[in-house]
């Protein structure tokens, strides 16, 4: 059975920091794009950012790029994401996916092409 287990979302002031992680059990993760997607009341799940299973490429939704960075460790079957200059647009919940099969390109930023999900870690950031 798989799983993806989220920590380290909580509440935050505006300019603050968050690193979220997500491991996985019951696959290999390596052979998986990983990323992050996130959620707010009455809006639709949008890419923050997601990692292709090589790790050479990775992608960012808009308003993640230049504050957001993700990074993987396929050993430890985890991926992390790191959150400078928080602001209050981005309070969400975070989930964490996984993909099999969608190879490195662009169609990774899509939340259809994602084959399992996490239970959500809600970040809340107060202004």
């Known amino acids: 059975q798989v799983q993806l287990v989220e920590a380290g979302g909580g509440l935050v002031q505006t300019g603050g920091s968050l690193r979220l992680s997500c491991t996985a059990s019951?696959?290999?993760?390596?052979?998986?794009?990983m990323g992050w997607f996130r959620q707010a009341p009455g809006k639709e799940r949008v890419l923050v950012a997601t990692?292709?299973?090589?790790?050479?490429?990775?992608y960012y939704g808009d308003s993640a790029q230049g504050r957001f960075t993700v990074s993987r460790d396929n050993a430890m079957n985890t991926v992390y994401l790191r959150m400078d200059d928080l602001e209050p647009e981005d309070t969400a919940v975070y989930y964490c996916a996984a993909s099999r099969g969608r190879g490195t390109g662009p169609i990774l930023k899509l939340p259809s092409v994602y084959d399992y999900w996490g239970q959500g870690t809600q970040v809340t950031v107060s202004s």
């Open positions: 019951g696959l290999s993760s390596r052979n998986y794009a």
């Open positions: 990692m292709a299973w090589s790790g050479d490429a990775s």
